[in-house]
């Protein structure tokens, strides 16, 4: 049974910064791309930034590169999110996502979701 699990959500002010985890089990984590979605009330489900099984490439939207990093430990089976400089308009909740082979930008191509954390950015 694949799992998902994220965690380090929160309530911050603006400009500040929160790092997201995601711990994986049931599945061969180095095989696995990673990706960080999103998704704020009333709206769609959106792609914030992903990482090859390797790690050795990443991909970020453009509403937050520069500010967000993705990395991932595979001894740990962990993804992680630093975001950094935090805006009002990333209060979502945040989701990691595992698909086979290279990562992908939509959505509907991950096998394995998590629950999601809520982050919430005050101005």
């Known amino acids: 049974q694949v799992r998902l699990v994220e965690s380090g959500g929160g309530l911050v002010q603006a400009g500040r910064s929160l790092r997201l985890s995601c711990v994986a089990s049931g599945l061969t984590f180095s095989r696995y791309s990673m990706g960080w979605f999103r998704q704020a009330p009333g709206k769609e489900r959106e792609f914030v930034a992903a990482?090859?099984?390797?790690?050795?490439?990443?991909g970020y939207a453009d509403s937050v590169k520069g500010r967000f990093t993705i990395s991932r430990d595979n001894a740990k089976n962990t993804v992680y999110l630093q975001m950094n400089s935090l805006e009002p308009e990333d209060t979502a909740v945040y989701y990691c996502?595992?698909?086979?082979?290279?990562?992908?930008?939509?959505?509907?191509?991950?096998?394995?979701w998590g629950q999601g954390t809520q982050v919430t950015v005050s101005s």
């Open positions: 996502a595992a698909k086979t082979f290279d990562y992908v930008r939509n959505y509907d191509a991950y096998d394995y």
């Open positions: 990482i090859r099984w390797s790690g050795r490439s990443t």
